[in-house]
């Protein structure tokens, strides 16, 4: 079945610091791959999205790239500050079911 | 945007209560919801999929006459956590799309923190 296998965390950096949280996939198809942030006590929102190979999700400063040749949709961010600081699921959707598969998140803390 | 919303957003209460979660779409009709199950430190756990005017599919693992899931309406479904104890304790998200948006991303309400006594 379709899977997601997430950076495990906890990552801490310093403000301003390049971030980096890997995500690779299996998944049958062509999946629509998924970032999605959740802060404190929160739901779930979505932080960018890539629907084909080669396309760049971005918003925020975040950036992933959906890289088909190495199934991977790596999140990035140059500089990042303390507001940042939240878990973050990488996901992906496939299939006839088109549900999302989470991957295991990452607990991202920026401290001042 | 397309906003889901989720009610309550805690509750706290006694071993054998049962405990009803509503999630709505406020400003789009879904045919299809989901529900999810977050345990602390975890990742979300798809418990069902919900579907306008039919049963809900379950998946593996998930006892369907203890999780009741209810869509009667194009913006409501409802869980039911029937005679709720302490391990039904955890976070409880749902989440909804927007019709012909299959490649698109599902609207998450801000979930519901559940704490059985």
């Known amino acids: 079945g379709d899977s997601v296998t997430q950076m495990e965390g906890p990552v801490t950096l310093s403000e301003e610091a390049f971030l980096t949280i890997n995500c690779t996939y299996t998944?049958?198809?062509?999946?629509?791959l998924f970032w999605y942030v959740q802060y404190p006590g929160e739901g779930l929102q979505l932080l960018l999205k890539?629907?084909?190979?080669?396309d760049k999700g971005s918003n925020k400063g975040f950036e992933a790239t959906y890289r088909k040749e190495t199934t991977s949709f790596h999140l990035e961010k140059g500089s990042v500050q303390v507001s940042d600081s939240a878990v973050y699921f990488c996901?992906?959707?496939?299939?006839?079911?088109?549900?999302?598969?989470f991957g295991s998140g990452t607990q991202l803390t920026v401290l001042p | 945007g397309a906003v889901v919303s989720q009610h309550p957003s805690r509750v706290i209460c006694k071993s054998g209560t049962s405990v009803k979660i509503e999630c709505r779409s406020l400003?789009?009709?879904?045919?299809?919801m989901f529900w999810y199950r977050q345990f602390p430190k975890k990742s979300l756990m798809l418990m069902a999929t919900?579907?306008?005017?039919?049963?809900?599919?379950?998946e593996q693992g998930v006892e369907k006459d203890k999780f009741l899931i209810n869509h009667a309406s194009l913006t409501l479904s409802t869980l039911t956590v029937t005679s709720a104890h302490p391990e039904d304790s955890s976070f409880y998200i749902c989440?909804?799309?927007?019709?012909?948006?299959?490649?698109?991303?599902?609207?998450f309400g801000d979930g519901t923190r559940l704490s059985i006594l």
């Open positions: 919900s579907n306008e005017g039919s049963k809900a599919t379950y």
């Open positions: 989440s909804a799309r927007e019709p012909g948006q299959d490649n698109q991303p599902q609207h």
């Open positions: 400003d789009f009709q879904a045919t299809t």
């Open positions: 890539a629907t084909k190979a080669d």
């Open positions: 998944a049958t198809g062509y999946p629509s």
């Open positions: 996901a992906l959707t496939s299939g006839s079911a088109r549900q999302l598969t």
